[in-house]
């Protein structure tokens, strides 16, 4: 196909060839390239008004101004060979150019807005209380020092400071040695300090001297905040937070008692039992052999008359059975190491003699005697939850009276006979688990008969003539004790 000969033609061919080779060149050749073409609107504009470029005024044919008598072929040779150069000049140029590193991408930090600054201010009475003294300088600024007084059972003051010695691990500051600097302790006991006057007689119109009880050591520590804080934290772990142990108890008595009770007396005082002719060698017989228990249980009256000889006479009886439970749950806390003590008692009254007089009289007074139950216990921590537990737990209760002194007019004056039964034990207690103490079991039997000899010992008929008391009791008592450690939170729970 033969090539265009237009000038037109040779235009487009050329602007084809430009493509091609563009097309072929290395991308930083095109890079540059296009870097070339690319003029900015202030470029372009300064162009126009040099002369340079012209505005083009109508869409007319933009290549009229090639001459029309050149030669084609000629005309798109020269123009190949100007583009043969250019791009052999660009290849050269591509090899030989130095290669530019790519920039560097620099992520801007992100805006964080800063913090204000502010000096934080402690409040030494809102940390230890309004018990303290807060020391000042001579131009009336703060020291930083603080001294606080602390109270200790007697004796327990020289303990801390030799504690405090060996193990607190503070710098410790003694008077004489300058100022004292901040982050030191100073620590100093007061034996016998805290005493307190109690007065002998407060009714008494006249000055009373009283007695000095002595209450408490003092321990006063002196340094900063933080020093303070520490030596506060040493004292609760050596002194003030000993473990707390709960003693729970279930008390459980039984009673039983059979009582058979039968007594025969009279219908009244002026009926006798047996009443007899009056012909006779005897007129009447009379006897009384009531019920113990008293009232009227069971009464029946018995009349009979035969041959002239009455009878009437009363009968008493009664049966009893008695099935006592009594349960008691005490429940206390006490520091490892001290006694717990239950007590659940009742006091029984008696005359205690004090003496005989010249007239044969007894001097006696009101006294009681405690019955009841008791316990005592000692628990001790081994190890983090082990609980060595020392127990000893009495029960007791009266089981008679017994007659002390008989006066000149006969007069009995009797004291109460107590049955006493003790346990001592010392277990290991894990964590739930309890201790049951029983084996604490009373058993009493009380006959008791009051008969007419000979009339009395008659078989079946002789139960006319006697009364008997019969009364068995069977006590029993169980223990069930569960120590249990607490913790921060049930010292502080709700009731």
């Known amino acids: 196909m033969p090539l265009m000969s237009t000038p037109k033609a040779l235009v487009l061919a050329a602007s084809l060839g430009l493509a091609i080779s563009a097309s072929c060149a290395s991308p930083d050749v095109e890079r540059e390239q296009e870097q070339r073409r690319s003029l900015s609107m202030d470029m372009f504009r300064s162009l126009i008004e040099e002369g340079t470029l012209r505005p083009v005024d109508s869409m007319s044919d933009s290549f009229s101004t090639f001459p029309q008598d050149m030669d084609d072929d000629a005309y798109m040779e020269e123009l190949l060979t100007e583009y043969r150069e250019s791009k052999q000049q660009a290849d050269e140029e591509a ?21 204000p600054e502010y000096e934080e201010v402690i409040n030494p009475y809102a940390l230890f209380g309004q018990r303290i003294l807060v020391h000042y300088d001579q131009d009336g600024a703060p020291t930083g020092l603080i001294t606080k007084p602390y109270s200790v059972r007697p004796g327990m003051g020289e303990k801390i400071i030799w504690l405090l010695n060996n193990y607190g691990g503070f710098q410790l500051w003694t008077p004489g040695e300058g100022v004292q600097p901040l982050g030191s302790l100073r620590a100093e006991v007061r034996e016998n300090f805290e005493l307190e006057q109690f007065a002998s007689n407060l009714r008494s119109s006249g000055p009373d001297n009283g007695v000095s009880v002595n209450i408490a050591d003092w321990v006063l ?15 609760d772990v050596m002194f003030a937070g000993p473990p707390q142990i709960e003693i729970e108890a279930k008390i459980v008595e039984y009673v039983l008692s059979d009582t058979l009770d039968i007594g025969v007396g009279p219908v009244n005082e002026g009926t006798p039992v047996v009443g007899l002719p009056e012909s006779g060698l005897f007129d009447s017989f009379n006897w009384a052999f009531p019920n ?69 009289g007894v001097n006696a007074g009101l006294a009681y005697q405690e019955v009841g139950v008791r316990m005592y216990a000692i628990p001790r921590l081994v190890g983090g939850s082990t609980i060595s537990l020392e127990i000893e737990i009495e029960a007791s209760q009266q089981t008679g009276t017994d007659v002390s002194f008989v006066t000149t007019g006969g007069e009995e004056i009797s004291t109460p006979t107590l049955g006493i039964r003790r346990s001592n034990t010392l277990v290991y207690l894990k964590p739930g688990q309890a201790v049951i103490l029983g084996g604490l079991i009373t058993e009493r039997s009380v006959e008791d008969e009051k008969k007419v000899p000979l009339l009395g010992d008659i078989p079946v008929m002789g139960h006319l003539f006697k009364s008997k008391y019969q009364r068995k009791e069977l006590v029993s008592v169980l223990f069930f004790i569960r120590p249990r450690v607490l913790e921060g939170i049930d010292l502080h729970r709700d009731f």
Do not use: C, M, W
Request: net charge negative; aromatic share 10%.
């Open 221 to 235: 520590a002196t340094a900063d905040a933080t020093t303070l804080s520490d030596f506060e934290y040493f004292l």
């Open 292 to 360: 113990q228990t008293g009232g009227t249980e069971f009464l029946t009256t018995l009349q009979a008359v035969h041959d002239g000889t009455t009878y009437n006479f009363l009968l008493e009886a009664l049966a009893s059975y008695e099935n006592v439970e009594i349960t008691s749950r005490p429940k206390t806390a006490v520091r490892e190491g001290t006694r717990a003590t239950i007590e659940s008692t009742q006091k029984i009254p008696f005359y205690q003699i004090t003496g005989v007089n010249s007239s044969g």
């Open 95 to 115: 090899v030989n150019a130095p290669v530019v590193p790519a920039p560097e991408v620099v992520e801007e930090p992100a805006f964080v807005e800063a913090e």
